[in-house]
């Protein structure tokens, strides 16, 4: 409680296989996280801190009873919906969900954020019109989340990835996105992501691939200009 933590090379505080409570920090400016709650971690309140040019990061402890409360990324409420369906976020600095479906994300800047989304099996969803530039990763599906809605959203600049999505999630569909200038890849899709539709998405200049597809199958990827990367336009093993 009460620390300012800013300026660390990885996070600003990441906890492991803990519980207890983060309250009243200030988290400014680390290179890629304030704040990960990483595996096992259980029962921890996450409140009143303020989050500056970083956010969150939720890694595999989305079932464990943590609350978050009253936080702000870079002056905007952070949104952590968990089991809400059905629900438009309306004013937001970054947004994490678990367990949540239909949600409506739409016209907020979340820039900044670490992450602008995160969802961890959210379904039928729709995020459109976001600014999710400048972070660790722009935008991060995960875990079976499946038939969302993703268009006209701005994921450059970002540290690893402008939209990623691992383990299980089927059936999204991409479009008219920019994801120009990240360090890695622009868009990547890892481990059993199938039968998504990528259109009318801009990837260039990445540090490595423009498009990276990893043991996912079924995926269309049509009208996409992907260019000047450091490696491969589109990547698929």
Known sequence: ANNT????GESGIELWAAYGSVEN???????????????S???????????????VY??????TGNVFSDNTVNGRPLVYLYDVDDYVVADAGQVVAAYSDRLTVEDLNLSDASIGVELWDCDSSSLARLDCSGGEIGMFLVNYSDSNTISD?????????????????????????????????SIF???????????????LRSGSDGAR?????GNRIEGCTFGYNAFYGIYMM
Request: hydrophobic content about 25%; some cysteine.
């Open 25 to 39: 920090n200030e988290l400014n400016d680390n290179q890629h996280f304030g704040l990960v709650l990483d595996s």
């Open 213 to 217: 597809i990893q043991q996912s199958n």
């Open 58 to 63: 939720v890694m595999f402890s989305y079932q």
């Open 153 to 185: 959203c701005n994921l450059s600049g970002c540290y690893v990835s402008g939209l990623e999505m691992n383990t299980g999630c089927c059936g999204n569909t991409v479009s008219d996105c920019d994801a120009n200038d990240t360090t890695q890849f």
């Open 189 to 203: 899709l890892y481990w059993g992501c199938d039968d998504n539709t990528i259109s009318g998405y801009y990837g």
């Open 41 to 55: 971690t259980s029962y921890v309140t996450v409140s009143k801190n303020t989050f500056l040019l970083n956010g």
């Open 5 to 8: 933590v800013s300026g660390n």
